[in-house]
């Protein structure tokens, strides 16, 4: 029997699902919710697939406790979901609404009693609409903002959630955002996108500093980064540099701050041209490097990069945006390549063996620090069978390499705690709306039926075992 089939996950390992506020909830305008940046963009024709909203989503904010017991029956024990700045600070500023706390609470309490570890990610993307009008994440006024809304949350809920995560992806907020603009707020401008990604590292600092101050002792402070894995085309000299900038502009502007409390050099002289970085202020880094109880990597795939040449792809379009804006300031001799092999629906090609070297960089580039996978997943075009039910061998076999690749860098030493599936249930995939569905569970969305996949089951079975059954 091959080893694979095997051996086990250590028996306090989290099997655990994600999701995002703006993504299921809707109900965006019930109990004082204000627009988002989502909102916005997703209301401007021409934004979003179909011009799909959040508005109503998958209706989570009325069917949590189904929800929540659906994660039950599924023997998830862990559970990560973002809160809707919007809500418990509706002009990003000032008193807190305690009704937008309150749906939170109810959520935590629901899963506490189901059994479930909840982890709280604070900013998954949706910065109240005001505090874009007043500039957004290239104002470092944002920065103090999220901090006074991260000691709110804490505040409300430090009592029963003990895992705390800081910023989700801040790639995306700052170079989808105001870098390619295919994502929220939409604007296309390389040097506001550097200056939002420093903003975003002061705003975890600040944010996990007031984290702290109002967590009790076991509470614990985390951040989810993307970490990509860019691999050069060929070994030569330009395709490494060409490596080394993607890298820097992927990885190294957000664990660079966050982990060792410096941005890379690299990385500083490669976007000279874009920016003079003045905006980086005494104190700023050391700010933005607070000790952390664990680190959360999101991985889906891998870059493949070389020196820009008259045949280049140009934009990579799998994924980090496509569009005519590039999201990648300072890298405009690098040009961006398919990896070879099968890819999701996304585009995406699936490739494990990246999960596990990311993993094992970040093992040693932050020793001793736990790791979560706090997401990973695959997008796959379901549809129901005539009888109802879900097939999606393809996702199940996805799983089944990336679950084996953790488990390959517990093995070799690496102290990954947990595996939070991208995504519990299908839902709105931002500028792909809902033409992208990334869920264990299916969702129809005529009657918002809830559906587990082959792949919940296929999860749970994974989950009550802690080994990987046989991909179907
Ligand atoms: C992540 N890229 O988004 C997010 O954290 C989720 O909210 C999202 O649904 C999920 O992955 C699937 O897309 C990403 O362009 C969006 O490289 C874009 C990129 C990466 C991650």
């Not at 889906?300 to 070389?306: F, H, K, R």
Request: net charge negative.
């Amino acid at each position: 029997m091959p080893e694979s089939l095997t051996e086990s996950f250590p028996p306090a390992f989290l099997w655990g699902a994600a999701t995002s506020a703006y993504q299921i909830e809707g109900a965006v305008r019930e109990d004082g919710r204000t627009p988002s940046i989502w909102d916005t963009f997703s209301h401007t024709p021409g934004r979003t697939a179909g011009g799909d909203t959040g508005d109503i989503a998958v209706d989570h904010y009325h069917r949590y406790r189904d929800d929540v017991a659906l994660m039950a029956d599924l023997g998830l024990n862990a559970y990560r979901f973002s809160v809707s700045w919007s809500r418990v600070q509706p002009t990003g500023r000032g008193p807190a609404v305690q009704v937008g706390l309150d749906f939170y609470r109810r959520l935590v309490d629901e899963l506490l009693a189901k059994g479930i570890q909840p982890a709280l990610t604070l900013y998954h993307w949706d910065l109240p609409q005001e505090l874009e009008d007043a500039g957004g994440w290239p104002e470092r006024d944002t920065a103090f903002r999220f901090a006074e809304y991260a000691r709110i949350v804490g505040e409300a809920l430090g009592d029963r959630v003990d895992l705390w995560t800081t910023l989700n992806e801040p790639w995306c907020s700052a170079f989808l955002g105001y870098g390619s603009g295919v994502h929220a707020p939409g604007r296309t401008d390389p040097a506001a996108a550097l200056r939002a990604a420093h903003h975003l590292n002061l705003a975890h600092g600040l944010g996990a500093t007031a984290l702290r101050s109002v967590l009790p002792a076991r509470g614990r402070v985390a951040v989810s980064l993307n970490s990509s894995v860019v691999r050069p085309l060929s070994q030569g000299p330009a395709d490494l540099a060409a490596a080394r900038t993607i890298d820097d502009l992927a990885n190294g502007v957000f664990h660079g701050p966050i982990l060792h409390g410096a941005y890379p050099e690299t990385l500083l002289a490669a976007t000279a041209s874009v920016t003079d970085w003045s905006y980086v202020l005494d104190g700023d880094l050391a700010t933005a490097r607070q000790p952390l109880d664990a680190l959360g990597l999101n991985y889906y795939t891998p870059a493949l990069v070389s020196a820009a040449s008259g045949t280049a792809d140009g934009p990579r379009a799998d994924g980090h945006g496509g569009g005519d804006h590039s999201p990648w300031p300072g890298a405009e001799g690098v040009a961006f390549h398919q990896t070879p092999g099968e890819r999701t629906e996304m585009g995406w090609t699936i490739d494990p063996e990246g999960l596990y070297e990311l993993i094992m960089r970040y093992s040693a580039e932050a020793p001793g620090l736990p790791l979560y996978v706090t997401e990973n997943g695959a997008a796959y075009d379901d549809k129901p069978d005539p009888d109802g039910a879900v097939h999606d061998p393809e996702r199940i076999a996805y799983l089944h390499g990336h679950l084996s690749a953790v488990r390959r860098a517990i093995a070799d030493g690496a102290r990954v705690r947990g595996y939070y599936l991208w995504s519990l249930m299908d839902n709105f995939e931002w500028a792909y709306g809902y033409g992208k569905r990334f869920g264990a569970v299916y969702v129809d969305y005529t009657t918002l039926t809830r559906t587990p996949k082959s792949s919940a089951h296929w999860y749970a079975e994974a989950a009550r075992t802690g080994t990987l059954p046989r991909p179907a």
